[in-house]
């Protein structure tokens, strides 16, 4: 049984950005080949997902399924013993974090940092033109 990778995107915002879904699939394919893996499909989470129920379900359906390629850690959206109950099979690499998870030994160390991160006050950063955004980074700190 070949074990098949794949790339999980979002259309939500995470984390205080939007990354368009090109993007998302452009840092995927990257970081897999950066670890000398190809991607055989992509997850697509809906943009008012409110949790990760699609990238939940692939997984329930596909079990020849080993890595998982993510944008962030904070593409999943909800922190509940069912989420990573499912993740903790599963070889995950998250490109932003350059976190890479591939035994369950190191769940535990994912799940405080995400829970973390869930309690962190985001600070959205508007960006006018590029003369504009020193300063007002500058104006922010």
Same mark, same amino acid.
């Given at each position: ?6 790339? /999980?995107?979002? #259309?939500h915002? @995470?984390? #205080? ?5 090109k ?6 394919h990257?970081? +897999?080949?950066?670890n ?8 697509t989470? /809906?943009?008012?997902? =409110? ?5 939940l ?5 596909d ?7 993510f944008?962030? +850690? ?5 922190i509940n013993?069912k ?5 903790k099979?599963?070889?995950?690499? @998250? @490109? ?10 190191e ?5 405080? /940092?995400l829970?973390?991160?869930s309690?962190?006050?985001?600070r959205?950063?508007?960006? =006018?033109? /590029?003369?504009?955004?020193f300063?007002?980074f500058?104006k922010?700190?």
């Amino acid at each position: 049984m070949k074990k098949k990778s794949v790339g /999980y995107i979002t #259309g939500h915002k @995470f984390g #205080g950005w939007k990354i368009p879904q090109k993007i998302q699939t452009a840092i995927m394919h990257f970081n +897999a080949k950066n670890n000398n893996i190809v991607l055989s499909y992509m997850i697509t989470e /809906y943009m008012d997902s =409110k949790k990760n129920d699609i990238l939940l379900e692939k997984l329930n359906e596909d079990k020849k399924i080993r890595n998982i390629f993510f944008t962030s +850690a904070l593409q999943l959206k909800e922190i509940n013993g069912k989420l990573f109950n499912v993740l903790k099979n599963y070889n995950l690499y @998250f @490109f932003l974090e350059n976190i890479v998870i591939k035994n369950k030994s190191e769940f535990p160390n994912l799940k405080r /940092y995400l829970k973390l991160l869930s309690r962190r006050r985001e600070r959205p950063f508007y960006r =006018k033109n /590029y003369l504009h955004v020193f300063s007002d980074f500058k104006k922010r700190v």
